[in-house]
């Protein structure tokens, strides 16, 4: 069923109730356990189709990071206990070829993932000493496998493997522009070499009231890089001055105001000191799906789904598969409107073994700009949707999914 429809509610940004925006940056343990969930199952859809020209049932979306004990101080510090990580899923780990059974080494590509994913993300943590990982990775159940085996041919249309929805909107609004942009900003290697001090795990937290955005971050600092409060305090300040900077070329109209590491108390020497970068050195733990949604944000004043993407397969899981497809509609209904669409609304609703192009809702609700026909903009909306669902654009996805080309959290 498609429906197209004017929005009964206004535009985010005319709201006169607090906007309210986060990100989880790279580094917080949320997002570490997404980004290495995701890419244990795309370096497993690698060596599946590159050993049998086909992907093979799994999902790695339980992920968990258990925090260590740290003792930092200027100058450096101590690691007590290492950090723990988990990955847990399903996976088809024996396949019979040619009458013979051969093994896949899935415990030994998920590891390896997950060790790439810290030692990309963090560059003051040693993989090899400040973190261990563990597995726990099953094969699948026949149910979810067969509904699997239906939909893999490479030239066929994946059957939904649950009976589950997906939802996106564009544009963002200012606020969450912001949001995204400055996390991006502060995990950006130019910026990281300007400012050593900055470690990967940052929160944006977000507010918007009237014309008043009031952004607060929690940055992790690096011990090795700051050796008393008064080089502490211009780091943060070295934080704060370059969040305004981009608020300023991203978002000029408004009044911005930041604030870094307001949980400090330099009297009592309570600092976010941290000698990895991170938390979850010192007790923070993390899971999949705890964080970010599918467009990179938690935007409680959206419709949202809370489903874990990140780790799921993207052959015919569609709690993966239909949450970026949502987020993908919006954004291409809203470029084709070119300002005829002020906002568009995207639902997009499963039914287990029903083929992914034929959801069993497909739910679009559109906000025209002033004095437009909106049956002109529901042409627009009526083609992406096609386009969008078409056997080619999904195939088409999947693989920039496992290319990791699609934004996930």
């Keep these: 069923m498609l429906k197209i429809d004017e929005a009964k509610f206004g535009e985010i940004e005319e709201s006169d109730f607090p906007e309210l925006c986060e990100r989880k940056g790279i580094g917080h343990p949320d997002s570490v356990c997404d980004a290495a969930a995701d890419m244990s199952s795309r370096m497993l859809c690698k060596y599946y189709f590159e050993n049998f020209g086909r992907y093979y049932h799994h999902n790695l979306d339980k992920a968990a990071l258990v925090g260590g004990i740290a003792r930092p101080e200027f100058g450096g510090g101590k690691i007590l206990e290492p950090q723990y990580f988990l990955i847990v899923g399903r996976a088809i780990n024996q396949i019979f070829k040619e009458n013979v059974l051969e093994y896949i080494p899935v415990a030994t590509i998920c590891l390896d993932a997950c060790r790439k994913v810290v030692s990309d993300i963090f560059r003051n943590l040693d993989s090899t000493r400040d973190i261990q990982f ?6 699948g159940s026949i149910d979810l496998t067969g509904v699997f085996e239906e939909s893999d041919a490479m030239e066929q249309v994946p059957l939904a493997n649950d009976t589950s929805f997906g939802v996106g909107f564009a544009p963002l609004s200012d606020c969450e522009t912001i949001t995204l942009e400055t996390e991006k900003m502060l995990n950006s290697d130019d910026f990281k070499d300007k400012c050593p001090g900055s470690g ?7 507010q918007r009231l009237g014309n008043n955005v ?11 890089y700051i050796h008393d409060k008064h080089e ?5 300040e070295q934080i704060k001055e370059a969040t305004l900077d981009l608020a300023n070329n991203l978002i000029p109209e408004r009044n911005v105001n930041v604030n870094v590491n307001v949980g400090d108390s330099m009297k009592q020497d309570i600092l976010y000191l941290t000698i990895t970068g991170t938390s979850a050195e010192a007790g923070d733990d993390g899971e999949v799906g705890r964080g970010n ?3 990179g944000l938690i935007t409680p004043c959206r419709t949202m789904s809370l489903e874990a993407v990140c780790g799921k397969n993207p052959i015919n899981h569609v709690g993966k598969i239909y949450n970026v497809l949502a987020n993908n509609m919006a954004k291409e209904i809203y470029r084709r409107g070119e300002g005829n669409i002020r906002e568009a609304h995207v639902k997009l609703l499963s039914q287990i073994g029903r083929p992914i192009t034929d959801p069993w809702v497909t739910s679009v609700s559109l906000i025209p700009a002033n004095n437009v026909n909106f049956s002109s903009i529901q042409r627009i909306a009526k083609e992406v949707i096609e386009e969008k669902l078409s056997k080619e654009n999904i195939i088409d996805l999947r ?5 990791g080309k699609e934004q996930v959290f």
């Design 134 to 139: 563990d597995y726990a990775v099953k094969p």
């Design 399 to 403: 693989e920039r999914l496992i290319a």
């Design 232 to 236: 502490y305090k211009n780091y943060c």
């Design 214 to 224: 009031d952004i607060t971050i929690a940055n992790a600092m690096v011990s090795k």
């Design 200 to 206: 990967e795990d940052i929160k944006v937290m977000s």
């Design 293 to 295: 949604r599918a467009n």
